[in-house]
């Protein structure tokens, strides 16, 4: 059994920005391999699938395999995110306490009135190797004055690097750019609207090509904009005709082109880097959008499914498109879109494809596979044992799928189109937030802790 360091951040609690026993490490240059950094929501491409690797784990718990645990103050659901030697990730705490997020299912309104209290949101830069605290910065400090989802936290949204800098949203609120070191270099507010329910913002930032895009749709005045990665100023803005929706926006590097992929409960669309409409199509969304777009061997995959409607859509489309592809009443195919399930789409995870299979998780407990160049159904419905939650999105490596519950505990699948149940490894604790892996480390962030995960020596 590995020894664990566990590292408390409490003492950051003071507002200074001490640096904790360890010097600043030098920028880390941008030409690192993939798996070495992790520098988004799902990972560089955001399909939560890396390459096979001796030192990634297979099994764990709160002692098994951890190299260290990393206790971060406060709440937030956002995903670390790795470049070189540095950890990033984001957090909110209060002077008092209020209601935390939950598990389980939610019908209708959230948290309607905002917790009162001063809160800070936070900041916070670790040592890959050690975990050790390097730098907490504060972007924010004041009462909230907009609620949230009751699951949800004020530090949702998942940062993105460049290798240059990073690029930290707080929906709702603004968009911070800080250097490696620390230093906030510009800051952009976003001028809070109402969203549905009063459930807030959860869309994740992107980056690419010394741009930061990110896509605000809400009950008012909904819009995609870029800004510039350097200076903050606004490149573009482009307004949306959509309501309240909480995917990420994807950035699809194809044969034809560069360009954002944007789910929405109106229309699926594709814009240029420089804000162009590329494509669009109606797509009978759910009237939650959730699911984060994604690309897979030469497929764009698009979906939502709140369980309460239908249809809950899936769509698999093929790079090349223009215009308006909406489908014909009765078609399950056209030039563009390659395939289209009507009733397979997930609430909250979004979806994975490995080894050609795209495996769908089901926030009630089930899973469903398809193989994902045809759309042909390999199994159905099928529950996990234990009857547990989900709300995560599941990763891949060596062979096997990782689907992380609600409460802790990761249910690990074979990869082939039996999909066995393998085992589960239990951290016992509230998990919402997706992992995410370099190096060899499996980076698992639980209510109160980010674990470092490794099989290696």
Not at 368 to 379: M, N, R, V
Request: proline letters at 6%; glycine letters at 10%; a negative charge.
């Amino acid at each position: 059994m590995r020894s664990i360091v566990s590292v408390s951040l409490a003492a950051s609690y003071s507002g200074s920005y001490l640096v904790l026993g360890l010097a600043m490490l030098a920028a880390v240059p941008v030409s690192v391999s993939a798996q070495d950094h992790w520098p988004r929501l799902r990972g560089a491409d955001a399909t939560g699938v890396v390459a096979d690797d001796p030192r990634l784990p297979d099994t764990w718990d709160q002692e098994t395999n951890v190299r260290w645990a990393a206790d971060i103050p406060g709440w937030g659901w956002s995903s670390p995110v790795v470049w070189g030697q540095r950890v990033f990730v984001t957090a909110v705490h209060a002077d008092s306490d209020y209601e935390g997020p939950k598990a389980g299912m939610y019908l209708g309104r959230g948290r309607q009135e905002p917790p009162g209290g001063v809160h800070y949101w936070k900041v916070y830069c670790l040592d890959l190797e050690t975990g050790e605290l390097l730098w907490e910065r504060q972007a924010h400090r004041g009462v909230p004055t907009f609620p949230r989802h009751p699951k949800s936290t004020y530090a949702s949204e998942t940062p993105t690097t460049d290798g240059e800098r990073l690029y930290v949203l707080f929906g709702d609120l603004g968009l911070y750019a800080y250097d490696f070191d620390g230093n906030q270099l510009w800051s952009v507010g976003i001028e809070t609207r109402e969203t549905k329910w009063g459930y807030g913002a959860a869309a994740s930032p992107i980056t690419h090509d010394g741009q930061v895009f990110l896509v605000y749709d809400n009950e008012e005045t909904s819009y995609i904009a870029a800004f510039d990665g350097e200076t903050g100023a606004q490149r573009w803005r482009v307004e949306r005709d959509e309501p309240s929706t909480w995917a990420t926006p994807f950035l699809w590097q194809n044969e034809q082109c560069n360009e954002i992929v944007v789910a929405g409960r109106n229309r699926n669309r594709s814009y240029g880097l420089d804000g162009t409409l590329l494509w669009s199509f109606d797509g009978k969304m759910s009237s939650l959008t959730i699911p984060s777009p994604f690309a897979s061997d030469g497929l764009l995959y698009i979906t939502s499914g709140y369980f309460a409607d239908n249809p809950r859509p899936v769509f698999a489309v093929r790079p090349g498109a223009s215009g308006d592809i909406t489908l014909a009443d009765g078609e399950r195919s056209n030039e563009f879109i390659r395939w289209y399930q009507p009733t397979s789409g997930p609430y909250n995870p979004s979806p994975i494809v490995y080894r050609g299979i795209y495996y769908t998780l089901l926030d009630r407990g089930f899973l469903t596979a398809h193989d994902a160049q045809s759309g042909e159904e390999i199994f159905g419905r099928r529950r996990f044992s234990g009857g547990p939650t989900f709300t995560a999105s599941p990763w891949a490596y060596n062979g096997k799928v990782f689907f992380p519950s609600e409460d802790g505990e990761t249910y690990v699948v074979a990869a082939d189109r039996e999909s066995a149940e393998l085992h589960t490894n239990d951290l016992d604790e509230l998990t919402l937030a997706t992992p995410s892996i370099a190096q060899g480390n499996l980076l698992i962030r639980t209510a109160s802790r980010v674990y470092c995960i490794s099989a290696r020596d």
